[in-house]
């Protein structure tokens, strides 16, 4: 599928004054799991933009190689938007900065003692899960209305909707180097374990931070909501799987459509963020 993925020279405005606390719809969980997200994300895109590079000289397709510098270009976007959003979420009190430097330590160790292939195999891995959560917020309006509104809706849309452009790029850089099947479904797993371990814990370590985590109707309430939403759904657990089919590639599932709906929604002649391009 041709892909036209582009750079937009985008910046996001957060309130000069105090944000609410639990300012993802008043809601304790998600406003945790999306500050501990976003605390991984600006290091999180630059491993996957140093994976990529790393093997940059190995791509001979010329279509391949412009994807891949629109990743690379819309990856650095994410990280410095997501580390001004980070300033702010730490001021507020959430440990924004401790998930950032614990997310350099382990990346910088995996880097240190793993193939240039290998850490495109686990780009392409983290790719799924981003593209998987995206698509699940673009198309289920349960899941965008669990966003509220605001700047950090916004900017989360936004994200999504790039991540959804450029799914494919290092799942096609890692086939292009020659990586096996093998290899890609270790990664897969293995750095599905490390992920979900590592938010876990930074998510809880964030909420035993938070007074109302005590307060057991406002806990229940908010993990009923968190683990019955759209993102837990048996839908993302099939998508999240069908990685380890050996025929398996991104645009399986078809997301043209959505993309093109949320284009014009957001950045569109009436886009909801079109005054934020620069």
Not at 15 to 28: E, F, K, N
Not at 34 to 41: D, P
Not at 182 to 187: D, I, L, N, S, Y
Request: hydrophobic share 40%; charged share 25%.
């Amino acid at each position: 599928m041709q892909r036209d993925i582009k750079t937009r020279r985008i910046r996001f405005r957060y309130p000069a004054g105090a944000m609410r606390r639990h300012y993802v719809q008043d809601d304790l969980g998600m406003s945790h799991v999306v500050s501990v997200l976003s605390g991984a994300f600006p290091e999180g895109e630059a491993f996957m933009i140093r994976s990529v590079r790393a093997v940059a000289g190995q791509i001979t397709d010329p279509e391949l190689k412009k994807q891949v510098a629109g990743f690379v270009g819309q990856e650095a976007t994410h990280s410095r938007e997501h580390r001004a959003l980070n300033e702010r979420l730490q001021e507020m009190g959430y440990p924004t900065a401790f998930v950032d430097r614990a997310t350099r330590k382990v990346l910088a160790a995996r880097t240190r003692y793993s193939s240039p292939r290998y850490c495109i195999a686990m780009t392409a891995a983290l790719e799924h899960y981003t593209a998987i959560l995206a698509e699940t917020l673009l198309s289920d309006e349960r899941a965008q209305q669990m966003l509220g509104q605001g700047e950090v809706r916004s900017m989360l849309l936004w994200h999504a909707l790039e991540e959804s452009e450029h799914r494919t790029v290092a799942f096609e850089v890692y086939q292009a180097i020659g990586g096996t099947n093998r290899m890609r479904v270790f990664a897969m797993w293995f750095t599905t374990f490390g992920f979900f371990t590592l938010a876990a814990c930074a998510s809880l370590a964030s909420l035993l931070r938070d007074r109302d985590f005590y307060n057991p109707r406002i806990t229940y309430r908010s993990a009923v909501r968190l683990f019955g939403s759209p993102f837990f759904s048996r839908a993302v657990f099939r998508r999240l799987l069908s990685y380890s089919r050996k025929d398996f590639h991104p645009d399986d599932v078809d997301n043209s459509e959505l993309i093109a709906k949320w284009n014009a929604e957001l950045f569109g002649e009436h886009g909801q963020i079109a005054d934020h391009l620069h």
